[in-house]
């Protein structure tokens, strides 16, 4: 007997995974060639839909962001107050220059402990 | 809030050391492994002397260096603020602080050691990080006097690496 397609059996049809529901707005947006490359494989090797695989990339990009972001913040807060000069007392005597680099260099010379 | 890594903790990120896993753990999250200028110094200084000693240290130098090529890890600069800071911090505190532990080696390798110790403070203070140290005593006296120069600023968190 010759085999026919008639007689093989029903092929399911290949069904993209579903993304799981996600609560929010709904955009569209215009997904960049080299972009689009990178999400079908993310979609590929984690099996789920481009969709999912391109909110879960955002989601990676996002988190990295507010790290920074975070970081950034408090630096520039902690660093503007250290480098916030200090007014001079009124009346004090200044230093010649020779006592300020003494001043300076008291410790290299084990003057000060 | 994110954390740099002191001396004690990551001296011992290596291998099958006691915080390896953190690394992991790290990259599990994909979260950043931030580390202080003057930590690096310390880790290379400790490593390249024992290469002179003896040559199989090269490995753990080697280990080093590809650990601070990893796309996670962070070296958080020491630049002009955590330089003025650390200035201010060892005028304040010129000594390391007495306490209930014995420390090692000669008086002066504490002295050099608590250098170190203020410059990776003001470093991870300066750079909007807290630390992660074992050291968590003499850490804290350093948080306490980083409060004390700057009143009112977010303070220094000091997180307790021990394990």
Same mark, same amino acid.
């Given at each position: 007997?010759?085999?026919?397609?008639?007689?093989?059996?029903?092929?399911?049809?290949?069904?993209?995974?579903?993304?799981?529901?996600?609560?929010?707005?709904?955009?569209?947006?215009?997904?960049?060639?080299?972009?689009?490359?990178?999400?079908?494989r993310y979609?590929?090797?984690?099996?789920?839909?481009?969709?999912?695989?391109?909110?879960?990339?955002?989601?990676?990009? !996002?988190?990295?962001?507010?790290?920074?972001?975070?970081?950034?913040?408090?630096?520039?807060?902690?660093?503007?107050?250290?480098?916030?000069?200090t007014p001079?007392?009124?009346?004090?005597?200044?230093?010649?220059?020779?006592?300020?680099?003494? !001043?300076?260099?008291?410790?290299?010379?084990?003057?000060?402990? | 809030?994110?954390?740099?890594?002191?001396?004690?903790?990551?001296?011992?990120?290596?291998?099958?050391?006691?915080?390896?896993?953190?690394?992991?753990?790290?990259?599990?999250?994909?979260? &950043?492994?931030?580390?202080?200028?003057?930590?690096?110094?310390?880790?290379?200084?400790?490593?390249?002397?024992?290469?002179?000693?003896?040559?199989?240290?090269?490995?753990?130098?080697?280990?080093?260096?590809a650990f601070?090529?990893?796309?996670?890890?962070?070296?958080?600069?020491?630049?002009?603020?955590?330089?003025?800071?650390?200035?201010?911090?060892?005028?304040?505190?010129?000594? &390391?602080?007495?306490?209930?532990?014995?420390?090692?080696?000669?008086?002066?390798?504490?002295?050099?050691?608590?250098?170190?110790?203020?410059?990776?403070?003001?470093?991870?203070?300066?750079?909007?990080?807290?630390?992660?140290?074992?050291?968590?005593?003499?850490?804290?006296?350093?948080?306490?006097?980083?409060?004390?120069?700057?009143?009112?600023?977010?303070?220094?968190?000091?997180?307790?690496?021990?394990?």
């Amino acid at each position: 007997m010759v085999a026919s397609l008639l007689m093989a059996p029903p092929r399911r049809p290949t069904r993209a995974p579903r993304a799981p529901r996600r609560a929010g707005a709904r955009t569209t947006l215009r997904v960049p060639d080299d972009l689009a490359d990178t999400v079908e494989r993310y979609a590929e090797q984690h099996r789920t839909s481009t969709n999912d695989a391109l909110i879960r990339l955002a989601y990676g990009g !996002a988190k990295r962001y507010e790290y920074e972001r975070e970081v950034e913040e408090l630096a520039r807060v902690r660093r503007e107050a250290i480098l916030q000069r200090t007014p001079v007392p009124a009346g004090v005597r200044v230093p010649t220059s020779a006592e300020t680099t003494a !001043a300076i260099l008291a410790w290299r010379r084990g003057e000060i402990d | 809030m994110p954390q740099a890594w002191d001396t004690s903790v990551a001296s011992r990120a290596h291998g099958d050391g006691r915080h390896a896993d953190l690394v992991r753990q790290h990259e599990l999250a994909e979260r &950043p492994i931030a580390l202080p200028a003057p930590t690096v110094q310390e880790l290379v200084y400790g490593l390249h002397a024992h290469i002179r000693l003896e040559s199989a240290f090269h490995a753990s130098a080697d280990w080093f260096a590809a650990f601070l090529e990893h796309s996670l890890v962070h070296v958080i600069p020491f630049d002009a603020a955590s330089a003025v800071l650390a200035g201010r911090l060892l005028a304040h505190l010129p000594h &390391p602080p007495t306490g209930p532990r014995r420390r090692e080696g000669t008086r002066a390798r504490q002295r050099a050691a608590w250098a170190l110790d203020v410059q990776i403070a003001a470093c991870a203070f300066a750079g909007g990080y807290g630390v992660l140290t074992e050291n968590v005593d003499d850490f804290s006296v350093l948080r306490d006097a980083i409060a004390e120069l700057l009143p009112g600023v977010p303070p220094l968190v000091v997180s307790d690496g021990r394990i």
